[in-house]
C-alpha cells in the first residue's frame, strides 16, 4: 500500500494532470516544491531496483526509473502525471551506492576525497497516454577530506539514505566541494531544470 502526502501549491502547468512524486526523499520533494507546482507524494515501498549485471553504468539509473515508473502505472488515473527517479554515483566505474552504516559511509568519503566523480540521476515522467525519460550527469570534485572531517559530518549528518554518503547540500558540500561541472540540483538528487523543461513540453 502507498503513503499519501499532498503539497498544496500551485502554477500553469499542473492544469492538466495531477503530478505525483513517487519518492520519499525529503531533498526530492524540496526541490519539486520550489518549482511552485502543485504535487502529492505517493509511495509504494519495497520496489525491486535490481539490474542486470552487464548494464552500462550510464544506463542503470533510467533502467531503475522505469522499472519504479512500471510498478506505478498500474493504479495510475487518467489525469495523472507520475514522476519517478533514481540517483547513482559513480566512481572508478563502480556504482557507490547509500552505506549500510557508519563504517561503510566513512569509507565511501575516504574514497571520493580528492577525486572527481559522476552523478547520474534517471527520471521518467508517465501517464497513460504518455511516457518520457532521460537521465542527466554532473561531475562533482571534492577536495581532500581528513579523517577528522569525514567523521564529524557522518556521526552529525547520518548521511545513511544517500547515494554515495553525502548530501551536496548540507555540511561536507560546504567544505569539501571545489566544482560541479552540469546540475547541482541533479547532485542533490533530482536535476530540477531539465524537468521543468520536459514537464512544458508535456
Not at 547520518?158 to 560546504?174: C, L, N, R, S, T
Request: with cysteine.
Amino acid at each position: 500500500m502507498s503513503n499519501i502526502n499532498i503539497h498544496k501549491n500551485g502554477s500553469f502547468m499542473d492544469r492538466k494532470f495531477q503530478i505525483i512524486l513517487a519518492s520519499n526523499s525529503p531533498r526530492r520533494k524540496e526541490l519539486l516544491h520550489g518549482l511552485g507546482i502543485a504535487f502529492e507524494v505517493r509511495v509504494i515501498p519495497d520496489i525491486d531496483e535490481s539490474f542486470p549485471e552487464n548494464l552500462p553504468l550510464s544506463d542503470i539509473p533510467g533502467y531503475i526509473a522505469q522499472k519504479k515508473a512500471d510498478v506505478y502505472l498500474v493504479s495510475l488515473k487518467e489525469n495523472e502525471l507520475i514522476i519517478t527517479a533514481d540517483t547513482v554515483v559513480v566512481l572508478d566505474n563502480r556504482i557507490i551506492e547509500k552505506p549500510a552504516g557508519r563504517n561503510e559511509a566513512i569509507c565511501m568519503l575516504s574514497k571520493l576525497s580528492g577525486r572527481t566523480h559522476e552523478v547520474i540521476t534517471g527520471v521518467v515522467m508517465t501517464t497513460l497516454e504518455k511516457q518520457v525519460n532521460f537521465s542527466v550527469h554532473s561531475f562533482v570534485d571534492f577536495a581532500e577530506l581528513d579523517d577528522e572531517e569525514i567523521i564529524y559530518y557522518v556521526d552529525s549528518f547520518q548521511p545513511y539514505d544517500k547515494a554515495g554518503a553525502y548530501g551536496i547540500q548540507e555540511w561536507i558540500g560546504y567544505i569539501g566541494v571545489q566544482g560541479i561541472s552540469g546540475s547541482f540540483y541533479n547532485v542533490m538528487g533530482l536535476p530540477i531544470q531539465r524537468l521543468y523543461q520536459e514537464l512544458k513540453r508535456f
